[in-house]
């Protein structure tokens, strides 16, 4: 995750005061096997507008438990390779520039929440840039 910073000089400063401005969005990179028609399609449009993903899984943890998981990122389809064909079919990596990023592990054990847009990093519910939005946009 990365924020930008103000780093310009102001009168009677001595030095340079970094001053938090916005976040930035994320990328993700992930591998694909069994790219369908209907996938490829939506990723394709995914290059000129906003998409959804979401990855949902079952994993196991140290005691053999199954946890549900599910990944979500909302963005652009940044690349977007032709892939190369494998024993499982079509594998192609794909990029995506993504403006929200949800992690969900279990039914309350992770929660996490990427939104830069709406100054939002939440971890187990509690919301880290609350205060953010207003030192970077006071209320009038």
Known sequence: ????????KRAGELGVVPRPKYF?????????????TNFLA??????????????????????????????ICRGFVSSLPFG????DGLETEITMMCYYVQIKLGSADINMIYD???YVLSLGGTNLYEDVKDIIDPAP
Request: hydrophobic content about 35%.
């Open 1 to 8: 995750l990365e924020q930008e910073f103000d780093t310009a």
């Open 24 to 36: 930035n969005e994320v990328e993700v990179s992930f591998t694909v096997r069994n790219v369908f």
């Open 42 to 71: 939506a990723l394709i449009r995914g290059t000129q507008k906003t998409i959804t993903l979401t990855a949902t899984a079952c994993i196991q943890d140290d005691a053999g438990v199954g946890k549900a998981y599910q990944y």
């Open 84 to 87: 190369d064909l494998s024993e």
């Open 116 to 118: 830069p847009r709406n």
